[in-house]
């Protein structure tokens, strides 16, 4: 898809704190992400990165500051969440499968009880992203049967299987060895066809691989964000230029 101008997630002023104001996650972080594009958020641990994507969905609820999804406030007590979490589908590091489920219905376990659709079509869907994920001869696997690489597919396909608009990803492929890495990589280039993509990485070569924009976090505050070619080229804040030569995190 390409980047339009239209903003789909708007984050203004977050803070997040934990612990009663002991831990600063985020502190006055502002952030436009626009309809297509994928955004890179990158930083050493610490930073707040997955506070951040966590928040995006309302799995943190904001400390300050106000999250908009399409216009609308997430925090704002009269908005169904879940309504919002089903357009946000989110892959995690460790996948996150349910284990005791078939590969197919670790697909259709959400959209089957939000009744998204009739039985035949949630199952005609999960047949469909399999085979668009290259997984079809596993749909009747269990998850522990699959590599990492393979599971993490799975992960994809079932995010894709709520007919999200955005996918957050955190850290999606630093479990998994080079080759799996590739593997998933490419399935992520083709999702930023479809889809706004938000991925927290640690891989520099993959957010320059895949990113539209970057952004590099440090301490909870978002200190640069631009097109990821340049923030690695020639970042305008010393702290992101010595994130990136690897002088720090
Ligand atoms: P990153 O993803 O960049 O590694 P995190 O968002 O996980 O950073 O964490 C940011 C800060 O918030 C860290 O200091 C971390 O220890 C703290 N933190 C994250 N989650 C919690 C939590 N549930 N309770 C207390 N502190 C937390």
């Given at each position: 898809?390409?980047?339009?101008?239209?903003?789909?997630?708007?984050?203004?002023?977050?803070?997040?704190e934990y612990n009663h104001?002991?831990?600063?996650?985020?502190?006055?972080c502002n952030l436009d992400i626009h309809k297509g594009e994928v955004?890179?958020?990158?930083?050493?641990?610490?930073?707040?990165?997955s506070t951040?994507?966590?928040?995006?969905?309302?799995?943190?609820?904001?400390?300050?500051?106000?999250?908009?999804?399409?216009g609308v406030d997430l925090a704002d007590k009269s908005v169904d969440i879940n309504l919002h979490r089903q357009k946000m589908g989110m892959v995690f590091q460790h996948f996150n499968l349910f284990p005791h489920l078939t590969?197919?219905?670790?697909?259709?376990?959400a959209p089957s009880l939000l009744k998204l659709k009739d039985i035949e079509a949630i199952s005609a869907r999960a047949d469909e992203l399999l085979a668009r994920v290259g997984l079809a001869d596993k749909a009747n696997a269990y998850p522990k049967s699959l590599s990492g690489g393979q599971q993490q597919r799975i992960a994809i396909a079932r995010a894709l299987a709520m007919d999200p608009d955005v996918?957050?990803?955190?850290?999606?492929?630093?479990?998994?060895?080079?080759?799996s890495t590739m593997k998933v990589e490419e399935l992520m280039n083709e999702l930023k066809k479809n889809y706004t993509v938000v991925i927290v990485t640690?891989?520099?070569?993959?957010a320059l691989r895949i990113s539209d924009r970057t952004a590099f976090f440090l301490l909870g505050e978002l200190v640069e964000v631009g097109p990821t070619n340049q923030i690695f080229s020639t970042p305008r804040d010393k702290r992101t230029?010595?994130?990136?030569?690897?002088?720090?995190?």
């Amino acid at each position: 898809m390409a980047t339009s101008s239209k903003v789909l997630i708007s984050v203004q002023h977050l803070v997040k704190e934990y612990n009663h104001g002991a831990v600063h996650a985020l502190n006055d972080c502002n952030l436009d992400i626009h309809k297509g594009e994928v955004v890179a958020i990158i930083g050493p641990s610490g930073s707040g990165k997955s506070t951040l994507l966590r928040s995006l969905n309302m799995l943190e609820e904001p400390t300050s500051g106000a999250i908009f999804f399409d216009g609308v406030d997430l925090a704002d007590k009269s908005v169904d969440i879940n309504l919002h979490r089903q357009k946000m589908g989110m892959v995690f590091q460790h996948f996150n499968l349910f284990p005791h489920l078939t590969v197919k219905k670790n697909l259709e376990l959400a959209p089957s009880l939000l009744k998204l659709k009739d039985i035949e079509a949630i199952s005609a869907r999960a047949d469909e992203l399999l085979a668009r994920v290259g997984l079809a001869d596993k749909a009747n696997a269990y998850p522990k049967s699959l590599s990492g690489g393979q599971q993490q597919r799975i992960a994809i396909a079932r995010a894709l299987a709520m007919d999200p608009d955005v996918i957050l990803f955190d850290e999606p492929t630093s479990a998994l060895d080079p080759g799996s890495t590739m593997k998933v990589e490419e399935l992520m280039n083709e999702l930023k066809k479809n889809y706004t993509v938000v991925i927290v990485t640690h891989n520099m070569q993959q957010a320059l691989r895949i990113s539209d924009r970057t952004a590099f976090f440090l301490l909870g505050e978002l200190v640069e964000v631009g097109p990821t070619n340049q923030i690695f080229s020639t970042p305008r804040d010393k702290r992101t230029e010595d994130y990136i030569s690897g002088r720090f995190g």
